[in-house]
């Protein structure tokens, strides 16, 4: 090779190596890497993340059975303090932030001006003037945008602040002997926080698996000698290390949905007719339209009153037992109604579950004689199915563990 050739190949690699994102990797990764059996992985905002760490079904089954510990770091966590702060959340997201007792956590939303919904998430009320907001996608310049006016500091705090999720049966009777007095007392949606080491760690009781569960907040240079305090007193408890596929599985089974999964974010869509609002995902019980004026406000109650509302999401259950994801739903199998955005067979509910988006009045005025259309793998041939569906209500299971207050000794 000539010094010309080589001085090309030089410069197409390093144009090829600039554009290059490599995936960081979590305060836990270390953890999860000795752990994993079959090194698969997916990029969640920017980290690597893993699907599965040993079998996907078995995971599954550690969620429902005993404890499951998921990597949640990767989800954007942005600090929110100052005089203001309640107000200008009042004015950000859907549910009255005035109502949020110091300690306590709520699912929320927030909206465009259009009322089109940007994310949801979990907000945090950690002091009278200090909140920490959880959610799937960035939005700090919208979040800065929105601060103008008001006396308040926004931070993202995603890299400094590392997380897991605690889920299952026996998470209570882990964390009880990992040292966490006191923990029983915490009811769901309330936050506590508990020491480690020369740290602070933060729990609630919260999740997304509906199941019991928690989710703990511990500062990076800890994560490790936390995880590892967990690991140990969660042995007699058969705890497991799990990745998303089996998180999904739950989530699915509790009725939750995820950002630009089972719906697209407003900053996320591309064509102005796949933007939603509230009430068009299920979202509707966030609006509080008796509080002040919050983002989107005028567009979401006019659209209520005009009755101009397009999509509505549902729960389905589908005969037989091949999952229907991304299946066309179909009324009286002629008419396109919708599309399956998540489904799987339910090993708790034994079920053939879905969440589906249909354009009204379909899941509205016309809920019977519903079908799905499913293409089945037969032996290297796909063969098209037309499979009765049906709309059930949301969660498809629903656990008393999830709320009993103190927690089962499991």
């Not at 000795?34 to 969640?44: F, G, P």
């Not at 290390?241 to 974010?265: H, K, M, P, S, W």
Request: charged letters at 25%.
């Amino acid at each position: 090779m000539n010094a010309m050739t080589k001085s090309a190949a030089d410069l197409r690699r390093a144009a090829r190596d600039h554009i290059r994102a490599p995936r960081l990797e979590t305060p836990f990764h270390a953890r999860l890497t000795a752990l994993s059996e079959v090194n698969d992985w997916y990029d969640w905002a920017g980290y690597k993340a893993p699907h599965s760490l040993f079998d996907g079904e078995l995971e599954y089954f550690a969620i429902r059975s005993t404890a499951a510990l998921f990597d949640i770091s990767p989800m954007v966590k942005y600090r929110i303090t100052g005089p203001d702060a309640e107000r200008y959340l009042n004015r950000l997201t859907l549910r009255d932030v005035r109502k949020l007792a110091v300690n306590r956590v709520h699912y929320t939303a927030w909206c465009d001006d259009h009322g089109h919904v940007l994310d949801d998430g979990t907000l945090f009320r950690l002091a009278d003037q200090e909140f920490r907001l959880c959610c799937q996608e960035r939005h700090l310049p919208w979040l800065l945008d929105s601060a103008f006016g008001f006396c308040v500091d926004i931070s993202e705090e995603t890299e400094e602040i590392a997380g897991l999720a605690l889920q299952g049966p026996t998470s209570y009777a882990v964390l009880r002997d990992a040292g966490f007095a006191g923990v029983e007392r915490l009811k769901p949606f309330d936050i506590a926080a508990f020491p480690h080491e020369d740290a602070g760690v933060t729990v609630s009781r919260t999740g997304f698996t509906g199941d019991l569960g928690y989710e703990l907040f511990v500062p990076r240079a800890k994560a490790l000698s936390f995880w590892d305090r967990l690991w140990a007193a969660g042995q007699p408890h058969a705890i497991r290390a799990i990745g998303y596929g089996a998180l999904n599985q739950t989530r699915i089974e509790a009725g939750f949905i995820v950002a630009n999964a089972d719906f697209v974010t407003a900053e996320a869509a591309l064509r102005a007719d796949r933007v939603r609002m509230p009430d068009e995902i299920g979202l509707d019980w966030l609006v509080d339209p008796d509080k002040p004026n919050f983002n989107g406000r005028r567009a979401i109650l006019g659209a209520r009153r005009n009755q101009s509302l397009k999509h509505i999401l549902v729960g389905l259950e589908i005969e037989g037992n091949i999952p229907a994801e991304h299946a066309i739903v179909y009324h009286r199998q002629k008419r396109e109604a919708g599309l399956v955005t998540a489904a799987i067979w339910s090993p708790t509910a034994k079920r053939n579950i879905a969440i589906a988006s249909l354009e009204r009045p379909y899941g509205s005025k016309f809920t019977e004689d519903l079908w799905v259309e499913i293409y089945a793998m037969r032996e290297l041939k796909y063969q098209k199915l037309m499979k009765r569906a049906r709309i059930v209500p949301r969660p498809f299971v629903r656990l008393a563990r999830r709320t009993a207050s103190p927690p089962g000794l499991t």
